[in-house]
Protein backbone atom coordinates (compact mmCIF):
# COMPACT_ATOMS: atom_id res chain seq x y z
CA UNK A 1 0.00 0.00 0.00
CA UNK A 2 1.04 3.57 -0.68
CA UNK A 3 0.83 6.56 1.88
CA UNK A 4 -1.97 7.73 -0.21
CA UNK A 5 -4.29 4.59 0.38
CA UNK A 6 -3.27 4.43 3.64
CA UNK A 7 -4.76 7.83 4.56
CA UNK A 8 -7.78 7.18 2.72
CA UNK A 9 -11.12 6.05 4.66
CA UNK A 10 -10.81 1.97 2.96
CA UNK A 11 -7.32 2.27 3.88
CA UNK A 12 -7.36 2.91 7.34
CA UNK A 13 -10.39 0.56 7.82
CA UNK A 14 -8.23 -2.09 6.62
CA UNK A 15 -5.16 -1.51 8.42
CA UNK A 16 -7.37 -1.00 11.53
CA UNK A 17 -8.82 -4.44 10.80
CA UNK A 18 -5.72 -5.86 10.50
CA UNK A 19 -4.28 -4.74 13.62
CA UNK A 20 -7.38 -6.12 15.38
CA UNK A 21 -6.83 -9.70 14.13
CA UNK A 22 -3.19 -9.38 14.86
CA UNK A 23 -4.20 -8.69 18.20
CA UNK A 24 -6.82 -11.36 18.15
CA UNK A 25 -4.18 -14.27 16.72
CA UNK A 26 -1.78 -12.92 19.45
CA UNK A 27 -4.05 -12.90 22.60
CA UNK A 28 -5.37 -16.60 21.27
CA UNK A 29 -1.54 -17.75 21.00
CA UNK A 30 -0.57 -16.34 24.51
CA UNK A 31 -3.83 -18.21 26.08
CA UNK A 32 -2.40 -21.16 24.52
CA UNK A 33 1.01 -21.01 25.29
CA UNK A 34 -0.09 -20.32 28.79
CA UNK A 35 -2.41 -23.53 28.47
CA UNK A 36 0.42 -25.53 27.11
CA UNK A 37 2.91 -24.48 29.79
CA UNK A 38 0.41 -25.01 32.63
CA UNK A 39 0.22 -28.51 31.25
CA UNK A 40 3.92 -29.40 30.44
CA UNK A 41 5.41 -27.92 34.05
CA UNK A 42 2.48 -26.99 36.06
CA UNK A 43 1.94 -28.52 39.39
CA UNK A 44 -1.26 -29.56 41.46
CA UNK A 45 -0.83 -30.97 45.37
CA UNK A 46 -3.05 -31.31 47.61
CA UNK A 47 -2.17 -31.31 51.37
CA UNK A 48 -5.16 -33.07 53.43
CA UNK A 49 -5.24 -32.81 57.39
CA UNK A 50 -7.69 -32.91 59.78
CA UNK A 51 -9.54 -29.68 59.72
CA UNK A 52 -7.37 -28.10 56.98
CA UNK A 53 -7.38 -29.07 53.30
CA UNK A 54 -4.60 -26.55 51.39
CA UNK A 55 -4.40 -26.83 47.44
CA UNK A 56 -0.98 -25.18 46.02
CA UNK A 57 -0.41 -24.94 42.56
CA UNK A 58 3.00 -24.05 41.06
CA UNK A 59 4.87 -23.90 37.37
CA UNK A 60 8.28 -22.39 36.81
CA UNK A 61 8.86 -21.63 40.28
CA UNK A 62 6.02 -19.71 40.92
CA UNK A 63 3.37 -20.71 43.50
CA UNK A 64 0.33 -20.24 45.16
CA UNK A 65 -2.25 -21.59 47.20
CA UNK A 66 -5.56 -21.75 48.62
CA UNK A 67 -6.79 -22.83 52.00
CA UNK A 68 -10.01 -23.97 53.34
CA UNK A 69 -9.65 -24.45 57.34
CA UNK A 70 -13.12 -25.34 57.29
CA UNK A 71 -16.41 -26.80 55.35
CA UNK A 72 -17.73 -29.59 54.07
CA UNK A 73 -17.90 -31.30 50.42
CA UNK A 74 -20.45 -31.63 48.14
CA UNK A 75 -21.09 -33.36 45.14
CA UNK A 76 -22.97 -32.08 42.67
CA UNK A 77 -24.94 -33.37 39.14
CA UNK A 78 -25.34 -30.36 36.41
CA UNK A 79 -27.71 -30.29 33.67
CA UNK A 80 -25.27 -32.10 31.47
CA UNK A 81 -25.23 -35.18 33.90
CA UNK A 82 -21.61 -33.99 34.54
CA UNK A 83 -20.84 -34.00 38.35
CA UNK A 84 -18.35 -31.96 40.50
CA UNK A 85 -16.93 -32.20 43.68
CA UNK A 86 -16.98 -28.90 45.83
CA UNK A 87 -15.51 -27.95 48.61
CA UNK A 88 -18.15 -25.33 50.43
CA UNK A 89 -16.79 -23.20 53.08
CA UNK A 90 -18.84 -21.71 55.88
CA UNK A 91 -20.35 -18.41 54.60
CA UNK A 92 -18.07 -18.19 51.25
CA UNK A 93 -18.86 -19.15 47.64
CA UNK A 94 -18.54 -23.46 46.50
CA UNK A 95 -15.26 -24.28 45.11
CA UNK A 96 -14.93 -26.82 42.28
CA UNK A 97 -12.03 -28.99 42.98
CA UNK A 98 -13.08 -31.97 40.52
CA UNK A 99 -15.20 -32.55 37.14
CA UNK A 100 -16.47 -35.42 35.65
CA UNK A 101 -18.39 -36.85 33.07
CA UNK A 102 -21.13 -38.85 33.96
CA UNK A 103 -19.48 -41.96 34.07
CA UNK A 104 -16.75 -40.95 36.82
CA UNK A 105 -19.61 -40.29 39.28
CA UNK A 106 -18.69 -42.93 41.57
CA UNK A 107 -15.25 -42.09 41.11
CA UNK A 108 -15.60 -38.35 42.46
CA UNK A 109 -17.68 -39.97 45.49
CA UNK A 110 -14.98 -41.85 46.46
CA UNK A 111 -12.71 -39.39 46.48
CA UNK A 112 -15.41 -36.99 48.03
CA UNK A 113 -15.31 -39.59 51.06
CA UNK A 114 -11.41 -39.63 51.09
CA UNK A 115 -11.02 -35.99 52.02
CA UNK A 116 -13.74 -36.25 54.10
CA UNK A 117 -12.54 -38.92 56.47
CA UNK A 118 -9.44 -37.22 56.25
CA UNK A 119 -10.49 -33.43 57.39
CA UNK A 120 -12.93 -34.75 59.34
CA UNK A 121 -15.59 -32.71 56.85
CA UNK A 122 -19.18 -34.00 55.98
CA UNK A 123 -19.89 -34.69 52.21
CA UNK A 124 -23.33 -33.56 51.03
CA UNK A 125 -25.09 -34.49 48.07
CA UNK A 126 -26.42 -31.40 46.06
CA UNK A 127 -29.80 -31.49 47.95
CA UNK A 128 -28.16 -31.19 51.51
CA UNK A 129 -26.15 -28.13 50.82
CA UNK A 130 -27.43 -24.64 50.07
CA UNK A 131 -26.58 -21.85 47.08
CA UNK A 132 -25.55 -24.57 44.07
CA UNK A 133 -28.36 -26.09 41.72
CA UNK A 134 -28.73 -29.56 40.57
CA UNK A 135 -29.53 -33.24 40.91
CA UNK A 136 -28.71 -35.38 43.14
CA UNK A 137 -26.13 -37.53 41.89
Not at 2 to 22: E, F, K, M, Y
Not at 34 to 52: K, Q
Amino acid sequence: MDQASLCSGAGRHRAVAAVLALTAHTLIGIGLGGWALWLLLGREEWRVRRGLLTIHRAVCGWGWERRFGEGWFRLVTDTDGNSHLLVQPPGGAPTVLLHGIPADAARLRGVGELLAGQTGWALRDADQGLGVTGRKS
